[in-house]
């Protein structure tokens, strides 16, 4: 997936993870279901701009997250 800098509009490196410092566990998106056993989640990757140093968030799975 290509990302291009919303504040340079350099092209950013991606597929960066995210961790949180001092933490055994890291982050994650997630989506109640309707169901019991239907909630959705993702781990989300950074991505970072090697020109201005702006940092994104996304996940590779979006398209199973619904309204």
Known sequence: ????????????????????????????ISQKGNKLFNNISAVPKSAVCPNCGNVSLYIEEYKQFKK
């Open 1 to 28: 997936m290509k990302m291009i800098c919303i504040q340079c509009q350099t092209e950013m490196i991606t597929d960066c993870s995210v961790t949180v410092e001092g933490g055994m566990f890291g982050i994650k």
